[in-house]
């Protein structure tokens, strides 16, 4: 987990924090860094997540403390107070969050307790060297579930807040909460996802009075969910990312379990759905065979969609997707939650699951998992492939002559607003842009 | 004074060059203050974020052709290496030179690292860089974080060395050292000739060196009109190319705030000739930069008549942009010289420049030799009323903006045009450096404007519909001061 990394897929805690408060409308970060932390942070993970801008108060507009040598030398927290108290005069904001660089906690600056002195003002210590930008946004999202949101009395059945989708991270978060938001109003829960379309700072604050919080991911947001229960006594269910029809309908059902909800019910308010998914879907079985759309796959991804895209291209699409790589850095009980995932496939699709974060690596493990042409008496070959990961696949499927379709952090080749691959509506879109990379000639 | 320092770190900018982050006023008052050394450099009450000098070192090392790069930093320094490694295919591509890869490993410094040290993770991770990239030079780049837990790369690196057996390489880059983040520069350029640079073996008559940011290759037909070779320095350079700069010519500047530390330790210890007059940037600096460059080669009745040549072969189209161009205004924002170098430019196009911003200045160079880019582009094209230099920091320059309303905004730096946009002004962004020099500089440059005039619906609607986080009492008020004791 601490091992070097070739040209790593995140950002650090610091970034994973300023995604999610520019997600939240009207949020003003307040770094307590060097100058150059905001700026670095904002740049590499704009361009990765699908240019994702600056928002409201990001990028070079971010407020930060800016400190330097003397500070090292004689402490930073006198210097934090008066870019608190001015920040609060220049900067028109719902919500002031002060969050920490590598640098101010290793010369033993104390955030929090600078920022007690502001009424509402709260703090979030995001240094790098505590982890990366997953992390980042499950401690600031943590710590507005512990200091910010308001408990409630009483709870509003079949409301849920959903989380476990990292903006600044998932280039789609948006699209894919607004698909998340609309399947569980099929089976009559309301989501409050929290930074989706239309959601403000007023929808966090409303969060404690949901039933149930449901994370989407099996790594991220495990801070939170557990927040959520603690503070709010909120309980919380594990309900991956699903992506097309199969895992869409697990996905209703696994939540809908928890509520107790009519499998026949649920199944009715799929009826249209389906019918509307396949009608689309189904236009493929004219082209399939005749131009041949079958492929082997290599998924690189992080820990949401690696499995999720998988198990789609495997099961939807009649994809052999051999080898996938998760990318983040896992404890093994996160690694034994993904390879749960992949234990039901079929063995006939069944891939070869490596863990690893280091861009030059997913070469080796091909290499490791697929037999090379040595010139054999015959030699069966990994073709046609098609490369399904990160920007840095972009060479290796350029090595290989192969397609390719960047959806995993970095993706700095594609520009994404709205775009969802969530549920049933991303399921499509996904096959789309699948099928798209791979029209022969294109 | 030796211009080359003896310790393993160059000093920073503030002490060296006397550098400052603010001032307001006009360019003669800028200048005649800088002359006396008197301006100082104090804090800000209330900051924006801005760059650092690890940033700066890293678009110059990430694209060194055979190197590899160690970043020694927690893993967060290292997350812009995607932007750089699409830079690097862009620019290649753009140039006719092999695909460049940027290879980069961070030693991911975390929490045990910076209690109980680092410095097997960084040999572990130099011979990683080693095994993997097959490199013939590596750097270490420092970090807040190294520099913090006073992490030895002196000593690693000369281990290192001596175990792989080519140059090593470190880069003291660390971002709180120096409020200046053009530090970064320097400490690249003094790594490069601390371990790098070979004394000359002979003198390439023809060879100019180019210091440059990664860009396009106009400097190389450019100078082949006098016959002449470009040494582009550092980006996409091999490591062949930067051995043996020492051999050149000459030495000239696309941007005299980049490079005048080791052009003047070029010129000191090799006997390079540095160019000491602005880069050629507008009709009468590139005249003069032909005639310096010339000198230096040989070349002067060479020069003479591609000056006249050219001066009548842009005349035409020059005089059709003045027409459609004359009365219009512009702001330009960008670093030091470089904003002196566009600013030189629109006298030519008939545009006014109504304010300029430098993101910070240099009061001093470092050898005395070295042309005052801001008394030149005085002595050019007269005093400009609104000048000021702030570092980015967004809060002041949309107060300015607001105040000025120019016509068209231009800006250098990545992710400022956004505020031309937010306030509805049509914005140009200057990203590739090499694109306005020469004679077709200046025409591509108006061509340019023309275009970006023609996005002020753009700008509008994005004006009409986004929020500025600003209080109003902030935007609508005096300009405030906002900065600290001198320090």
């Known amino acids: 987990m601490a091992g070097i990394i070739d040209r790593p897929r995140f950002g650090c805690a610091l970034g994973g924090a300023l995604g999610l408060l520019r997600a939240i409308p ?51 927290e006198e210097r934090l107070r008066e870019q608190i108290a001015s920040t609060m005069e220049i900067m028109d904001g719902d919500l002031y969050v002060v969050l920490s660089s590598c640098m101010v906690e290793m010369i033993g600056d104390d955030i929090r307790s600078a920022a007690r002195i502001f009424p509402g003002v709260l703090a979030t210590p995001t240094p790098s060297f505590h982890g990366n930008s997953y992390h980042g946004y499950d401690l ?65 604050r409303r969060s404690a009075e949901s039933e149930l919080t449901l994370n989407l991911s099996d790594v991220y947001g495990s801070l939170s969910a557990e927040a959520f229960k603690e503070k709010h006594g909120i309980p919380w269910l594990r309900a991956p990312l699903p992506v097309g029809y199969l895992q869409t309908e697990k996905f209703l059902l696994t939540v809908g379990e928890y509520f107790g909800l009519d499998r026949e019910m649920i199944d009715q308010a799929l009826q249209r759905e389906r019918e509307v998914y396949f009608d689309y879907l189904e236009r493929i079985s004219d082209s399939y065979n005749d131009l041949d759309f079958q492929r082997y796959g290599l998924v690189v991804a992080d820990a949401n969609y690696a499995p999720a895209v998988t198990a789609f291209v495997a099961e939807e699409l009649g994809w052999l997707p051999r080898l996938t790589v998760v990318t983040d850095p896992l ?80 993706v700095n080749s594609r520009v994404i607003f709205n775009r969802a691959y969530a549920g049933l509506s991303g399921g499509l879109t996904l096959a789309e842009d699948l099928f798209g990379a791979i029209i022969p000639g294109r | 004074m030796s211009i080359l320092s003896e310790s393993p770190e160059v000093e920073v900018r503030e002490r060296r060059l006397l550098s400052i982050l603010s001032y307001e006023g006009d360019a003669e008052g800028l200048s005649a203050g ?181 860009g396009s ?56 000739p540095e160019v000491k007059v602005p880069p050629p940037f507008g009709l009468n600096w590139t005249d003069a930069w032909l005639r310096e460059i010339a000198r230096y080669t040989g070349k002067e009745a060479e020069a003479e008549e591609l000056i006249k040549a050219e001066r009548r072969r842009i005349e035409e189209p020059l005089k059709k942009l003045r027409e459609q161009l004359r009365g219009r205004t512009i702001y330009v924002v960008s670093g030091d010289s470089f904003a002196h170098n566009l600013a030189n430019i629109y006298k030519d ?36 009323k609104n ?8 809060h002041q320059a949309i107060k300015i903006l607001l105040r000025l309303r120019p016509d068209l905004l231009i800006v250098r730096h990545m992710n400022l045009t956004t505020m031309g946009l937010k306030l509805g002004i049509p914005t140009l962004f200057e990203g590739d450096a090499n694109f306005s020099i020469g004679y077709d500089g200046v025409l591509k440059m108006g061509q340019r404007v023309i275009e970006a005039l023609a996005t002020k619906k753009l700008a509008e609607t994005i004006a009409g519909h986004a929020r500025l986080p600003y209080r109003q009492w902030w935007l609508d008020g005096e300009n405030p001061r906002y900065t600290g004791e001198e320090q």
Request: charge should be neutral; proline fraction near 5%.
């Open chain 1, 331 to 410: 404890t093994g009980e996160q690694r034994a939650r993904l390879d749960s995932r992949f234990e039901t496939f079929e063995p006939s699709i069944k891939p070869e699951v490596r863990y690893d974060g280091n861009a030059s690596a997913v070469r080796r493990h091909l290499a490791d998992t697929w037999e090379r042409n040595r010139n054999q008496k015959y030699y069966e070959a990994l073709s046609p492939l098609i490369v399904i990961g990160s920007y840095f696949e972009k060479d290796l499927a350029e090595q290989l002559k192969c397609s390719y379709l960047p959806l995993s952090f970095p």
């Open chain 2, 349 to 384: 196009l008939g545009i006014e420049v109504i304010g300029l911003n430098t993101l910070h200045h240099d009061q001093r160079t470092d050898s005395p030799g070295q042309p005052d880019t801001l008394g030149e582009l005085i002595r050019s094209c007269g005093n400009i």
């Open chain 2, 387 to 394: 000048v000021t230099v702030c570092n980015k920091q967004p």
């Open chain 2, 34 to 214: 800088s002359k006396a050394g008197r301006l100082g450099c104090p804090g800000r009450l209330y900051s924006q974020c801005s760059d650092c000098a690890e940033g700066c070192a890293e678009t110059m090392t990430y694209h060194v052709r055979g190197a590899a790069v160690v970043s020694h930093a927690p893993v967060g320094c290292g997350v812009n290496v995607s932007n750089h490694n699409i830079l690097g295919r862009a620019v290649s591509e753009a140039r006719g030179l092999p695909t460049h890869k940027v290879n980069m490993i961070s030693s991911n410094i975390v929490e045990h690292d910076t209690i109980y040290g680092a410095a097997e993770k960084l040999r572990r991770a130099v011979r990683e860089a080693d095994r993997r990239f097959g490199p013939r030079a590596i750097f270490i780049q420092a970090s807040c974080a190294s520099g913090i837990i006073g992490e030895n790369l002196e000593s690693v690196a000369s281990e290192m060395e001596e175990e792989l057996g080519y140059p090593v390489i470190p880069v003291y880059c660390e971002g709180f050292k120096s409020k200046i983040w053009s530090t970064g520069f320097d400490a690249v350029f003094h790594g490069l000739l601390r371990k790098l640079v070979q004394a000359p073996g002979g003198r390439e008559k023809d060879l100019v060196n180019i210091f440059n940011f990664e």
């Open chain 1, 26 to 76: 009207r949020a003003v970060p307040i770094l307590h860094a060097p100058a150059g932390c905001g700026y670095s942070v904002y740049i590499g993970l704009n361009a990765g997540a699908g240019y994702y801008g600056g928002g409201y108060c990001g990028s070079t507009s971010a407020p930060s403390s800016n400190v330097v040598e003397k500070e090292a030398v004689f402490g930073g």
């Open chain 1, 140 to 204: 600031m999202l943590e710590t507005l579930i512990r200091d910010y949101v308001p408990e409630q009395a009483g709870k509003k059945p079949r409301s849920v807040n959903v989380i476990g989708l990292v903006p600044g991270q998932d280039a789609f978060y948006k699209g894919n909460l607004r698909e998340i938001k609309r399947l569980l109003a099929l089976i009559g829960l309301k989501a409050n996802t929290l930074i989706g379309e239309g959601e403000s700072l007023e929808d966090i």
């Open chain 2, 217 to 272: 290759d106009q400097f190389i037909p450019f100078l082949h009109k006098l016959g002449l070779r470009v040494n582009y320095l550092v980006p996409l350079a091999s490591l062949e190319q930067l051995k043996t700069m020492s051999q050149a010519a000459c030495t000239a500047h696309i941007c005299e705030t980049l490079a005048t530390y080791i052009a003047g330790v070029l010129e000191e210890r090799f006997g390079v």
